[in-house]
């Protein structure tokens, strides 16, 4: 088995609950021997672009090297990502592949003080390497699309799950088998958690 190193990034307000799927896809990962960093990043509830972004760089930089090297950005870490592509920060570079699920929109982010600053930048630059975007095609964070928002401006593979919402326990999102195959096996889709 080829050993991979994954770094999970959670969103705003997120103090990573245990039933999650960030937290769940940890577990598993971590079952399969591979390495996994998933940090409480700072301030969650009021969280600073800066910091977040000196954090993103620090992790990046401590996943082990020798095996393939994955991001998963959820919610507010998925346009921390961008403002980290955007400002040409060298660590990105370090990610082999990348996961950006259920960014949220400027228009939702600017009627929130505590992250305005994150509204994603203008999407006019082209990302390092593979990179894949999942979202619900009901995100009430991203009342315009996560495919229009995001992934055609950035011309990257886009899948919409219906009645996903924000991919996030709200929607029902603890377990998510199709984003652990994914880790797996790039290729595989991103498709909706199973119903009970």
Same mark, same amino acid.
């Given at each position: 088995?080829?050993?991979?190193?994954?770094?999970?990034?959670?969103?705003?307000?997120?103090?990573?609950?245990?039933?999650?799927?960030?937290?769940?896809?940890?577990?598993?990962?971590? +079952?399969?021997?591979?390495?996994?960093?998933?940090?409480? $990043?700072?301030?969650?509830?009021?969280?600073?672009?800066?910091?977040?972004?000196?954090?993103? /760089?620090?992790?990046?930089?401590?996943?082990?090297?020798?095996? +393939?090297?994955?991001?998963?950005?959820?919610?507010?870490?998925?346009?921390?990502?961008?403002?980290?592509?955007?400002?040409?920060?060298?660590?990105?570079? +370090?990610?082999?592949?990348?996961?950006?699920?259920?960014?949220?929109?400027?228009?939702?982010?600017?009627?929130?003080?505590?992250?305005? !600053?994150?509204?994603?930048?203008?999407?006019?630059?082209?990302?390092?390497?593979?990179?894949?975007?999942?979202?619900?095609?009901?995100?009430?964070?991203?009342? +315009?699309?996560?495919?229009? /928002?995001?992934?055609?401006?950035?011309?990257?593979?886009? !899948?919409?799950?219906?009645?996903?919402?924000?991919?996030? $326990?709200?929607?029902?999102? /603890?377990?998510?088998?199709?984003?652990?195959?994914?880790?797996?096996?790039?290729?595989?889709?991103?498709?909706?958690?199973?119903?009970?």
């Amino acid at each position: 088995m080829t050993t991979r190193s994954f770094l999970v990034l959670h969103g705003w307000q997120n103090h990573r609950p245990r039933d999650h799927w960030q937290h769940w896809l940890a577990d598993h990962l971590r +079952e399969l021997g591979h390495h996994v960093t998933y940090p409480q $990043l700072p301030d969650p509830d009021d969280p600073d672009l800066e910091v977040w972004l000196a954090e993103l /760089g620090r992790h990046l930089t401590e996943l082990p090297r020798g095996g +393939e090297r994955i991001v998963l950005a959820h919610s507010l870490s998925a346009v921390l990502w961008l403002h980290a592509v955007a400002r040409g920060v060298k660590e990105v570079r +370090e990610a082999d592949r990348v996961l950006l699920v259920a960014p949220p929109s400027g228009s939702v982010l600017l009627q929130y003080p505590e992250v305005a !600053e994150f509204a994603a930048p203008a999407l006019d630059f082209g990302l390092p390497g593979p990179t894949r975007l999942v979202a619900g095609d009901n995100d009430p964070y991203c009342p +315009e699309g996560a495919r229009a /928002g995001f992934g055609e401006p950035l011309g990257i593979p886009t !899948e919409i799950i219906p009645g996903a919402g924000h991919l996030d $326990l709200d929607a029902g999102y /603890g377990s998510w088998p199709a984003v652990l195959e994914w880790c797996l096996d790039p290729a595989g889709p991103l498709t909706a958690r199973p119903t009970v």
